[in-house]
């Protein structure tokens, strides 16, 4: 974000720093004077996206036409196939070559808003960041009330598609009154832990904002399943084989099972029309809503540092989806439209391990081939110790392989690949991101977890620890550069907001100094220093004075306008919340802020 410089002897922008009564003498004597127009006009802040309004795209034959409708037609953007081998490579190789030679400038996201947030969007939905969430809402997730029912009678859930591709072998159902829903089971070497893995994260993801799938622990008996005959599965090489009565008992022995009970996770259809993966750079041209570039796109970057929480590490292209939401629901290939973006397939959160240790090890740590770490490594004969050296396996914890949050540093998280909008993610994003996972208590954590329905309860435990302990130094990190102080509201002449470092008492409550300054007019030029007064829950307060009369200027006149910087004594910088005084009968209107 832009922010008015002050030139003062050459030392460029001034920094507000909370030291009491000197803090008045510093404003008076470097920010006198110092010339200034409106930053941000009088108008609220954008809180929704244009990009959710429906769009009308042109039609087209469709090139696979259902057999009763030979001459049905598609209004919806195009498939997109996304190669997995491509993906790798790309990534892993030529990307990271051609970055070498491009001249990329950066800078600050796109789509923010004057109050340095990210509105609803088709892309992210401001959920726990804009008000409490209840732990029931954490465990509903995405799904609501629509779950399959275990309870349901024998040959209730329909086989009708095998699924042979990922780590994850499972099958799809379809139930009557319910629809579709992907069942997937874990890996022999984990049991449990990615079925609860992928139920759990996507309670986090969906709950902070993102657009994730309903995922649910499900324990059933094999007689409630119903194979449609003469099926057939295809892999990623183009081998087809039946996925017959003995492909489907050959999966059922390999998950895992509670007594007589089959665990797996159902993963319900995602509505619309599926158009293939998102990119974590440039734009869909067949998307008209699609504008900003996605690597300029705060809610894309700030999504590396969810990821650095869980251990998503495969948070790439091949993992996420786009939907054509049709307004027509019965015809989702109809127009008008808009195109949903949704991060699906979290199941390697929490640990997931591959066959070869000296990997696993290094997985959030490091890309699969890290182009830096190997330099690194060649230049100094591989002395240096690295975080994956001193990996090991906590044994209250050993179904989530090496994931801790001993050498947790989420500055240095890595995924497998290198990922174009993660790379991009600036200091404002992370602070965007933090505050987001700040919202998240204890007992949302737990709730969360819960979802995972383990057998061991060791294992929910391990996993809110060291959720909670990574959860712990994300804060510390992000919130020691950007102030945190958010939720700001005017009631009368009374500014208010929630210093989020001090409710989740991420410092030692000594640490924190308030102090507030008010400047306005055309030049901003220093008032006075103002209290702030704390309260519980970290909400703080500052009396505004009135800087201008009833009536006489239009209410955007220059006059009229005012910042009020506030600092915690924790952050470098103060926080910089801008108002128009529109006087003592109407009161004050926020129309920013800057960290």
Sequence with gaps: ??????????????????YGALVAVVLGLTLAGCASTPRYPLRAPLWRDSDLEPVTLACRADPKPPKENPAHRVCAPETYESSFAWDATDNLIFRPISKLFAIDPGGEALNVN?????????????????????????AAGYCGTEVLDPEAADGAWTIDHGKVDGANPGFRVNVKGLGKFMLKSDPPNQPERATGATSIATRFYHAAGWWAPCDSVVYFRPSILALRPGLTVTDNSGVSRPFDKAALDKLIAGASHRGELVRMVASRWLPGRTIGPFKYEGRRKDDLADVINHEDRRDLRGARLMAAWLGHFDSREQNTMNTWMAENEKDPDSSPGYVRHWIIDIGDAFGSEWNWDGISKRLNYAHYFDFGYVSEDF????????????????????????????????????????????????ERDAAWAARIIARFTPENVEAAVRVGDFTDPRHPRFLVHHLLERQHR???????????????????????????????????????????????GSELAVRAGTAVIPADNGRICVSLPHVAANGG???????????????????????????YDLGTQRGFRLVGLER
């Excluded at 090496?402 to 993610?425: H, I, K």
């Excluded at 209410?555 to 600092?567: F, H, P």
């Design 1 to 18: 974000m832009a922010s008015n410089k002050c030139h003062v002897s050459g030392r460029g922008k001034t920094e507000l720093r909370p």
């Design 379 to 426: 230049l100094t004969l591989g002395i240096q110790n690295r975080p994956w050296d001193r990996a090991e396996r906590s044994p209250d914890g050993k179904i989530f392989g090496f994931f801790r949050s001993n050498d947790f540093d989420p500055e240095m998280w890595r995924g497998g690949y290198p990922n174009p909008a993660f790379n991009r993610m600036t």
């Design 474 to 520: 994300i804060l510390a990190r992000y919130f020691a550069k950007l102030s945190p102080v958010t939720d700001l509201s005017v009631d009368g002449s009374t500014l208010c907001g929630v210093d989020l470092a001090r409710k989740t008492a991420t410092y030692p409550a000594d640490q924190f100094r308030y102090f507030a300054a008010v400047l306005s």
């Design 114 to 138: 004057s109050v340095d947030e990210v509105p609803d969007s088709s892309w992210f939905v401001n959920r726990v960041g804009a008000h409490p969430m209840s732990n029931d809402e954490i």
């Design 553 to 579: 200027s239009p209410d955007d006149a220059a006059s009229r306008y005012m910042r009020v910087d506030i600092s915690n004594g924790k952050a470098p910088e103060a926080l910089r919340v801008y108002l």
